[in-house]
T-cell receptor, first 111, second 112 residues
């Protein structure tokens, strides 16, 4: 079983839709959780960073962490064509200094 | 404040040649990380460095790969005697204190 599992998609939605992206993990040592956005042939860009169970909101983006279920989510409200990208979840164990990434979910938002 | 800079952006090498990838971290960042992204795969950790020190190289292949972050100048990821399986995107990231990572645009290595 991989440490971090992420459905690669692809996911295609109409503009304005609510998008839900998810990752599961197997190692309870993960303490820090991140979502990165990666446009084609670019470097990953940090979207959200959280370290506790619960929700964290930033504009149209909400990150949700459920440590008891080992499950994290990213919700995108009012999705835009500019949100079309690959979304990567990443996790870090306390004191480890290295991130473990999911494979990424490719999202297309159609105008 | 310029972001993380990597060069070259694209690098083509023939099997057996050496590849040198450079990374200049963001100003004020003393932590540098290298990750590799193979086609259809997620990013995989390779090595974590601070100035003049390798802190964690647990993700580096045991042979042909090396990394350094000298006191002056960029961090270098060096791949000797490249093989086709080394073809990938190599991303450098930097951090001020080892928490949030900021990634560069990557170097896409193609081995012919």
């Amino acid at each position: 079983q991989k440490e971090v599992e992420q459905d690669p998609g692809p996911l295609s939605v109409p503009e304005g839709a609510i998008v839900s992206l998810n990752c599961t993990y197997s190692n309870s040592a993960f303490q820090y959780f991140m979502w990165y956005r990666q446009y084609s042939r670019k470097g990953p860009e940090l979207l959200m960073y959280t370290y506790s169970s619960g929700n964290k909101e930033d504009g149209r983006f909400t990150a949700q962490v459920d440590k008891s279920s080992k499950y994290i989510s990213l919700f995108i409200r009012d999705s835009q064509p500019s949100d079309s990208a690959t979304y990567l979840c990443a996790m870090e164990k306390g004191g480890s200094e290295k991130l473990v990434f999911g494979k990424g979910t490719k999202l297309t938002v159609n105008p | 404040n310029a972001g993380v800079m990597q060069n070259p952006r694209h690098l083509v090498r023939r099997r057996g040649q050496e590849a040198r990838l450079r990374c200049s971290p963001m100003k004020g960042h003393s932590h540098v990380y290298w990750y590799r992204q193979l086609p259809e795969e997620g990013l995989k950790f390779m090595v974590y460095l601070q100035k003049e020190n390798i802190i964690d190289e647990s993700g580096m292949p045991k042979e042909r790969f090396s990394a350094e972050f000298p006191k002056e100048g960029p961090s270098i990821l060096r791949i000797q005697q490249v093989v086709r399986g080394d073809s990938a995107a190599y991303f450098c990231a930097s951090s001020p204190q080892g928490d949030v990572l900021y990634f560069g645009p990557g170097t896409r290595l193609t081995v012919l």
